[in-house]
């Protein structure tokens, strides 16, 4: 808190001061202005502009379509509503698989472009040299291990990962690797809760977890599916706090029905 009573600005040294005084961090996503707004007025840590947005905003059936261009356009949006919030931008697919040299240049790009605090990749020991030549150019890099979506084919699903002990031991291995290569936070999601805690207990980086359980440092969840504005696919770990579909269903319907009885606009909605 600030001697104004405002809340402080995150960044890097506040989210590693959170993990040392055991302050949980509490981060969303947002895609557009006034979400962005809203999420930074209500105090989350850190916004992450995800590629979820391919399928929560764009339609897709996976985040796999999702564009350069498509970050750069959604991210520009949600900086300009964030006051106070970290924003990190995801790096889509095949933005940063090819080569190290490629990977620089999209994060650079998706910095430069967008006003972004940071970038997100999927992944572990294959993209350790990627995230230490992105880390050592100045840009904050955020992991992301377990049900990493982007490999959504290769994975056979929308699964659990780490249920079975090799996988759980590599999963504890990669959260070592990203960490030395130089990421500040690692996301898990949809890990068993022992597993996740396991490996928020071995690193100095703090882990936020989706679908990971109450033991990590911080917790991350989609906004539309949060809000029950997506209800295509709603995964077991979303909680719904609020039912937005319905409310703006109805809304909707309230104000065809009006404009069809012509009872909108009434004297208070026009001019005399
Ligand atoms: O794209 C996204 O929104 C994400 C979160 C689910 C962590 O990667």
């Given amino acids: 808190m600030s001697k104004e009573g405002k809340l402080n600005k995150i960044n890097l040294s506040v989210i590693r001061d959170m993990k040392s005084r055991n302050e949980k961090i509490a981060m969303i996503t947002a895609y557009d202005y006034p979400t962005a707004k809203i999420v930074d007025e209500a105090g989350v840590d850190i916004i992450l502009v995800g590629d979820s947005l391919g399928m929560v905003v764009l339609g897709y059936d996976s985040t796999l379509p999702v564009t350069m261009e498509d970050m750069i356009h959604h991210t520009k949006a949600a900086v300009r509503g964030t006051e106070r919030a970290?924003?990190?931008?995801?790096?889509?697919?095949?933005?940063?698989?090819v080569s190290c040299e490629e990977a620089l240049q999209n994060a650079g790009r998706l910095m430069k472009e967008s006003g972004a605090h940071g970038v997100k990749l999927e992944g572990g020991r294959e993209i350790a040299d990627t995230i230490r030549k992105i880390v050592a150019a100045g840009i904050p890099v955020m992991a992301h291990?377990?049900?990493?979506?982007?490999?959504?084919?290769?994975?056979?699903?929308y699964k659990v990962q780490g249920?079975?002990?090799?996988?759980?031991k590599r999963m504890m291995e990669d959260?070592?690797?990203?960490?030395?290569?130089?990421?500040?936070?690692?996301?898990?999601e949809c890990v068993p809760v022992k597993l996740a805690f396991e490996i928020t207990a071995s690193l100095d980086i703090p882990t936020v977890g989706i679908g990971a359980g109450v033991g990590c440092d911080g917790q991350v969840l989609v906004l539309h599916d949060m809000l029950g504005f997506y209800d295509r696919f709603v995964p077991k770990f979303?909680?719904?706090?609020?039912?937005?579909?319905?409310?703006?269903?109805?809304?909707?319907?309230?104000?065809?029905?009006?404009?069809?009885?012509?009872?909108?606009p009434d004297d208070a909605h026009s001019f005399r």
């Fill in 163 to 168: 249920k079975k002990e090799p996988e759980a």
């Fill in 86 to 97: 970290m924003v990190i931008v995801d790096m889509p697919f095949m933005s940063y698989q």
């Fill in 238 to 264: 979303v909680k719904k706090y609020a039912a937005l579909s319905d409310n703006v269903r109805s809304a909707v319907n309230q104000y065809v029905k009006e404009v069809k009885e012509s009872t909108f």
């Fill in 145 to 157: 291990l377990g049900l990493t979506p982007q490999s959504v084919h290769q994975l056979g699903g």
């Fill in 175 to 188: 959260a070592a690797i990203v960490q030395e290569a130089g990421a500040f936070l690692l996301i898990l």
